[in-house]
């Protein structure tokens, strides 16, 4: 399926390349296909994913930094990653839950542990501090139930 301006979309209308991963208006790779594909080509529901506002910082452990600016990760007495109020980390120092999933301040699920990459980051949709959902969408109409006509 391709949009208005001939890029390709997928069945929602979302910008995917010839591989079907989740690319932006720039053609960069936002959401590789394995994630696409197990939400049937939806962006999975990752809270934010939405366009609501999304700010780093809600995820982030607090962490003391070396000389070159790189966080300091603490272990508990079990040697679990923690940061420097004893939460749960990973190695890319997010919060977690006992899933691994990465969840903000109050505990809410902000990104599943399948979303993350291998290493433990969160997914590169947004230029990290702000998610704009028009940046990974084709150009369509829509029909009277909201649904992009492709």
């Given at each position: ?126 230029p ?18 909201g649904?992009?006509?492709?």
């Open positions: 399926m391709i949009d208005k301006l001939g890029r390709r979309v997928n069945q929602h209308g979302y910008l995917v390349d010839m591989y079907g991963n989740l690319t932006d208006k720039r053609l960069r790779t936002k959401l590789h296909k394995h994630i696409m594909e197990q939400n049937n080509g939806e962006i999975p529901q990752l809270f934010t994913y939405k366009g609501k506002k999304f700010d780093l910082l809600d995820v982030m452990g607090n962490f003391d930094k070396d000389r070159k600016g790189n966080i300091i990760i603490r272990k508990d007495a079990k040697g679990k990653m923690v940061d420097k109020k004893g939460r749960p980390v990973n190695a890319k120092g997010y919060l977690i839950d006992v899933d691994g999933n990465v969840i903000n301040t109050e505990g809410k699920v902000m990104f599943e542990n399948f979303t993350l990459t291998k290493d433990g980051e969160i997914p590169k949709l947004f990290f501090l702000k998610f704009n959902i028009d940046e990974v969408k084709g150009d369509y109409e829509m029909d009277p139930l649904n992009p006509m492709l």
